[in-house]
């Protein structure tokens, strides 16, 4: 009788009730084997909702576009600008209408190239100091300073743009040559918040560069200066040139450094902008001015800062992944 | 001829390479060197700011009002009649700035109950609108409200009224003592005091018009609030999708895009998410956060922050051994109670670390909280998820941005307090991955 609660048949089981005759044989047909996978619904339900929380990234993406997207849409429905207007006109003035980008754009150009004159020259030397040439105890003290630079807010950077740089190049170059407000000042301060960046990534990529390489280049008698630069850095190049793009996104996408140091205002086309002693409003800083005063839903003004950001998120987009797919090639050669 | 030079010249062209050498070596290291400069200009520049000589003078010097000038000894009784005494007419205008729960412009118009609702006023006056109310009724509310520091700063502000006339950096504080005292000695009203901008009175006094008695406390509380929001938001899902990936995901299109695109997103521009939550969070949600509150910048913090967690998370995961794994399985263990009960506490060290240095980035994130509008002049410290805030790094931006150098100094004390927050975090950070270290080596 206490046969009954096991799960195993037994002959005298099958005398008992016929029908478990069938079920024994139904399984010794099947090739299906006797220990299934028991199905758990507390198991999967918490797989759901982790699948869930991976979405939510890609929900973030598609939200991004979308609103973008669309209150751009708004923007140029709205009949103030054409999408070619938006891209060709040369002045931007919300009062009086004129939506053009380009002076918007060529401050954010400006500031990036100072920048990248700072960061990438001197990122790269300090990326080599670092990597070939000094001492493993100096390198341990140099290299987590060097990082504190990379974790600094970039509103401090913006104070130090404002109050140690801007006064520093008026003292340099006159008062009447520099402007209170100048992209110079902005863009070499972003020059050293980048610059920690470039330093890790282009370290990574010449210590990826393989022993034998160096080796062989030293055998053939090249000194140590020849074999970095003729040897190790056209190995290394195509991540120096990841670390170079990712660098000008960020620049390109910095908001508080040019947003305190560069000017509320957008530059005049053909005059002031590319002048970096003067003042010029980047893509980024004008988005922060605007919407950090009282701006109300639904005005062109709005809409504009979204057709702002969409270009800035293309660009910036655009960068990331060339980037990526670059050091990715790079990263299939030596590994 | 054949192609190689002769001894001579072959030892000069040697000379002349590596002379060439040293000249690059002395660049490369001179770059880094830089970069080291720069960074210590940035952190002098700061002290340099925060502290020095300031030349202040008083409407009503604190000594006259009360024996000694300790205005803090005083109860909020005499308090608040001194306030009435000095400046009768404000007294509706400090009910408005600091306990009104309505917009400005409603603030006359509006009964009591609506304007005071949940703080204590006379029963008999719910249907009274502002002008209505007499003097004494107004000190009274006054008095049952407003605590015993925020009275002090009002009198601080409003009575004695400090203006800073002048100030001086640390460096001319030390190299150019003659001639400050000799301007100040034009000013015999006036006061000089060596003054650090970073004080308990800076970190305790809320936000004020006055660069003299303005402090830094509702910016510290309003950041602390959407930090507490974005871990709240960010952790368990960050977590959770750094699990799905690295446990559940096999190579299927969905899951690469999911990879993917979470890289892509850490390259994201800051102000991008801004524009985001002003969209989402403050306008299409408005229902449920309540606009520009500390809810909406939590959340859009959350998300800034959620591909930083999740690689950091996926890093520690993968460096769990996979034999532990298996051992549980091998017990007999389901796939979920392997990840609860063997790869996150094993992991936990190293998720929490990338957590901190994420908090650490939000923290002092500026951007996305001026895009979608913290508030820059708020008197009351956040309460609830749905109160207006502002955050530390709004406080120094405002500052920052304002002409007025002793703003650019009490931005300087602010600067100091958050990167002290940072060096806090990143330490502990630190300090945790050093112990995991340590226990796994032992």
Known sequence: MSNRNLSITTPLDIGRDPRLLNARLKRQDSTEPILTKQARPGEMLIRAFLLFCGLLSVFTTIGIVVVLGSESLLFFNSGVATLTEFFTATRWQPQAGEFGIMPLLSATITTSIVAMFVALPLGLGAAIYLGEYARPNVRATLKPILEI?????????????????????????????????????AGLVMGVMILPTIASMSEDALSAVPRSLREASYGLGATRFETITKVVLPAALSGIIAAFLLGVSRAVGETMIVALAAGAGPCVLGDTCFNPFAAGETMTGHIARISGGDLSYNSVDYNSLFSIGLTLFVFTLLLNLISRSVSKRFREVYQ | ???????????????????????????????????????????????????????????????????????????????????????????????????????????????????????????????????EVTADDLQTILRDNLTHDQLVSIIEEQVIGINVLRTWSLTDSLTNRAQIEAIAAENPRANLIFRSWLDLNFLSSPMSGNAAVAGIRTAILGSVWVIVITVAFAFPIG????????????????????????????????????????????????????????LSAGLTMGLLILPVIIINSQEAIRAVPSSIREASFGLGATRWQTIWNQVLPAAMPGILTGTILALSRAIGETAPLIVIGAST?????PSSPLSRFTALPIQIYQWTARPQPEFRAAAAGAIIVLLILLLTMNASAIFLRQRYRRKLTA
């Open chain 2, 239 to 294: 977590v959770g999708a750094a699990i799905y990936l690295e446990e559940y995901a096999t190579d299927t299109p969905l899951n690469n895009l999911i990879e993917t695109n979470i890289r892509n997103l850490a390259g994201v521009p800051s102000i991008i998410y801004g524009l985001l939550g002003l969209a989402i969070f403050v306008r299409a949600l408005e229902t449920i956060t309540a606009g520009r509150t500390v």
């Open chain 2, 1 to 131: 001829m054949n192609g190689l030079m002769d001894d001579a010249a072959f030892s000069r062209a040697l000379k002349s390479r590596h002379r060439r050498g040293n000249i690059w070596q002395r660049f490369f290291r001179l770059s880094t060197i830089v970069a080291l400069l720069a960074l210590i200009a940035l952190f002098l520049n700061i002290a340099n700011s925060a502290f020095g000589y300031a030349l202040q003078d008083y409407d009503i010097a604190p000594t006259e009002l009360v024996e000694g000038g300790d205005i803090a000894s005083l109860d909020n009784a005499r308090l608040v009649a001194m306030l009435a005494e000095h400046q009768p007419r404000r007294l509706a205008v400090y009910v408005r700035d600091t306990l009104s729960m309505v917009d400005a412009s409603v603030f006359t118009t509006l009964p009591l109950s609506r304007v005071l609702e949940g703080r204590s006023y006379p029963e008999a006056l719910a249907s009274a609108t502002i002008p």
């Open chain 2, 377 to 381: 002049f708020i008197l009351s410290d």
């Open chain 1, 149 to 185: 630079l990379a974790g600094i807010p970039t509103v401090v950077y913006g104070y130090f743009a404002l109050t140690f740089m801007t006064p520093l190049l008026r003292g340099m170059f006159g008062q009447d040559t520099v402007q209170i407000y100048n992209n110079a000042a």
